[in-house]
């Protein structure tokens, strides 16, 4: 017992004890400073989501609404999809493709004022429209095309006007 008084009365054995105390007073400090914190931060973010639930509303009752904003969006996201598929599907009927051809028709007129004009959809279905221009008259005829063939002889200017139309068409329908 004696050698344990002598231990506890020894000076290096003191300051070794409250140096430890002292370190553990520091670490303690700083581990309450930092969980002091993150409460801190935990607790604006709980109080801010709170604030944005309402006034005294039950959670169930604003994540029932919510859900039901959920279902009419994706409602209305899937009629919005129907519209848009048949809108896509009338496009593919609509003149995607379209051939110009200017030319002089007979060799009395000074310029190219006959044309020949080809007007398809997506699948090459359309007509073909010729202005002939000379002194005396003009004539305009047109001939149906279904899938870019008519049971009509082509002139020279038709083909080059549907091979222009088929050209330029850069439509994704």
């Given at each position: 017992?004696e050698?344990?008084?002598?231990i506890?009365?020894?000076p290096?054995?003191?300051i070794v004890i409250f140096s430890?105390?002292f370190?553990?007073?520091i670490?303690?400090?700083?581990?309450?400073f930092?969980v002091g914190?993150?409460?801190k931060?935990?607790?604006?973010?709980?109080?801010?989501?709170?604030?944005?639930?309402?006034?005294?509303?039950?959670v169930e009752k604003?994540?029932?609404e919510?859900?039901?904003?959920?279902?009419?969006?994706?409602?209305?996201?899937k009629s919005q999809?129907?519209?848009?598929?048949?809108l896509?599907?009338n496009?593919k009927?609509?003149?995607?493709k379209?051939?110009l051809?200017?030319y002089?028709?007979y060799g009395?007129t000074?310029?190219?004022?006959s044309f020949?004009?080809?007007?398809?959809d997506?699948?090459?279905?359309?007509?073909?429209?010729?202005?002939l221009?000379?002194?005396?008259?003009?004539?305009?005829?047109?001939?149906?095309?279904?899938?870019?063939e008519t049971?009509?002889n082509?002139s020279?200017?038709?083909?080059?006007?549907?091979?222009?139309a088929?050209?330029?068409?850069?439509?994704r329908?």
């Amino acid at each position: 017992m004696e050698s344990m008084n002598g231990i506890i009365q020894n000076p290096i054995f003191l300051i070794v004890i409250f140096s430890i105390n002292f370190i553990l007073m520091i670490t303690f400090a700083v581990i309450t400073f930092i969980v002091g914190k993150a409460y801190k931060q935990l607790n604006n973010r709980y109080t801010e989501f709170m604030s944005k639930l309402g006034e005294g509303d039950k959670v169930e009752k604003i994540l029932s609404e919510y859900l039901k904003i959920v279902d009419e969006n994706a409602k209305k996201i899937k009629s919005q999809e129907e519209a848009l598929n048949r809108l896509e599907a009338n496009l593919k009927k609509c003149v995607q493709k379209v051939g110009l051809i200017r030319y002089n028709a007979y060799g009395d007129t000074g310029s190219d004022l006959s044309f020949t004009m080809a007007l398809m959809d997506s699948e090459d279905n359309g007509i073909v429209v010729n202005g002939l221009y000379s002194r005396e008259s003009s004539s305009i005829f047109a001939k149906p095309l279904v899938k870019g063939e008519t049971k009509y002889n082509l002139s020279a200017e038709e083909i080059q006007a549907i091979d222009i139309a088929r050209a330029s068409s850069n439509s994704r329908y």
